[in-house]
């Protein structure tokens, strides 16, 4: 998985309570995204990053928050859960360089919210 | 919104036989890619066609673009157990200024022995 990990890799909550997922990469790549992936759906952009601390919205993003504070570091934060946000959530990564818009994906957690 | 849809949504084949996926697409691309998602993992990028390539080969796989009919095709030729799995297009929007793609909702490929 390319030096991408993904904590925690599975997460049962309730709803109304704040989580946050953690993606962690080695490979010093520039810009990190984070999806959703729903039957029916295939895989939705939630945010993305194009450098530490520079964020901006994908297409699903109402309902949740990222930070990223170091190269290495993007966290997903669902300030409130609810039972719609139940998913999985797969973090990606891709930089600069001749085949750029290629991404690499992590494992990926799955979120139950009750 | 959606921008590949992948036809079709599943697909069952003995090994051997080739397999063939379709994508369409609704806007300019600059390219389309196609990944393989294993059962529980996550996507694992295969191959990237530009706009202005017509045909590209990696391995066992084959991938046409037709960008006049907003389409592009993945072939796996001698199919083999291990490629169960689903298979997605995504595009990557011509002109866009962060490197964002759009994908499709995935074939599922069944690979009998």
């Known amino acids: 998985d390319a030096g991408i990990t993904q904590s925690p890799r599975h997460k049962v909550t309730e709803t109304g309570t704040p989580v946050t997922l953690r993606c962690h990469q080695t490979e010093n790549h520039r810009y990190m995204y984070w999806y959703r992936q729903d039957p029916g759906h295939g895989l939705r952009l939630i945010h993305y990053?194009?450098?530490?601390?520079?964020?901006d919205k994908g297409e699903v993003s109402d309902g949740y928050s990222v930070s990223r504070s170091k190269t290495e570091d993007f966290l997903l934060t669902l300030e409130s859960a609810t039972s719609s946000q139940t998913s999985v959530y797969f973090c990606?990564?891709?930089?600069?360089?001749?085949?750029?818009?290629?991404?690499?994906f992590g494992p990926g957690t799955r979120l139950l919210v009750l | 919104s959606q921008q590949g849809e992948e036809d079709p949504q599943a697909l069952s084949i003995q090994e051997g036989e080739n397999a063939t996926m379709n994508c369409s697409y609704k806007t300019s691309i600059n390219n389309l890619q196609w990944y393989r998602q294993n059962s529980g993992r996550g996507l694992v990028h295969l191959i990237l066609?530009?706009?202005?390539?017509r045909e590209k080969h990696s391995g066992r796989l084959r991938v046409t673009l037709d960008t006049s009919k907003k389409s592009s095709s993945l072939l796996i030729t001698a199919s083999r157990a291990a490629d169960t799995a689903s298979y997605f297009c995504?595009?990557?929007?011509f002109g866009a200024g962060s490197y964002q793609l759009t994908f499709g909702k995935g074939t599922k490929l069944s690979v009998i022995p």
């Open positions: 990606a990564i891709s930089d600069l360089g001749i085949e750029r818009e290629t991404q690499y």
């Open positions: 990053s194009y450098g530490v601390k520079d964020t």
């Open positions: 995504a595009t990557y929007p």
């Open positions: 066609i530009r706009s202005n390539e």
